[in-house]
C-alpha cells in the first residue's frame, strides 16, 4: 500500500539520518577536535552544523535535533561532510529517493481513492475525468 510505503520510507530515512556517522549528540565528544566550518541551518534561525576536520559534526543547537534539521543538516553540510562520508551519503540519497517515491505513489493513491469515493455522489466526475484525460492525449 502506498501510503504505508511513503511512512515506512520516512522512518527508514530519518532513523539512518540518526545514526549517519560522524554525527555526535553530546558535548563531551567535541572536546579537543578542530572546527573545519560552520554552516548555518536552513530554516532555524541561529542553528548551525559545525563540522570537524576528522569529519565527525554536530548541529547545535539542540544537541538532539528533529528529523527535519538533522536531513536538513545532511543537505546544508554535505559540502563538508560528503568528502568523507561519500558511502553515507550514497545510502542517504537513495533512502531520499525512495522516501520522494513512496509520496508520489502515495499522493496517486489518495486521488484515485477519492476520485472512486465520489464518483456515485458526483456523476459529473465521469465526464470532467474524460475531457481531462482527451486534453492530457
Known amino acids: 500500500m502506498p501510503t504505508e510505503d511513503k511512512w515506512k520510507a ?17 558535548w563531551a565528544t567535541c572536546q579537543a577536535k578542530t ?12 542553528a548551525a552544523v559545525i563540522t570537524f576536520t576528522d569529519g565527525s ?7 538532539a535535533p528533529e528529523a527535519w534539521e538533522l536531513g536538513q543538516a545532511l543537505v546544508d553540510a554535505r559540502a563538508s561532510l560528503e568528502p568523507k562520508h561519500q558511502a553515507a551519503y550514497q545510502e542517504y540519497d537513495r533512502l531520499v529517493q525512495k522516501d520522494k517515491e513512496s509520496l508520489r505513489l502515495a499522493r ?30
Open 108 to 137: 496517486m493513491e489518495k486521488i484515485i481513492g477519492a476520485i472512486q469515493n465520489n464518483v456515485d455522489q458526483i456523476p459529473e466526475l465521469k465526464d470532467r475525468l474524460k475531457v481531462l484525460v482527451q486534453e492530457w492525449k
Open 57 to 63: 559534526f554536530v548541529i547545535v543547537p539542540p544537541m
Open 10 to 26: 520516512n522512518l527508514e530515512k530519518v532513523a539512518f539520518a540518526k545514526r549517519f556517522p560522524g554525527l555526535m549528540a553530546e
Open 35 to 46: 572546527v573545519e566550518a560552520v554552516t548555518p541551518l536552513t530554516g532555524k534561525q541561529g
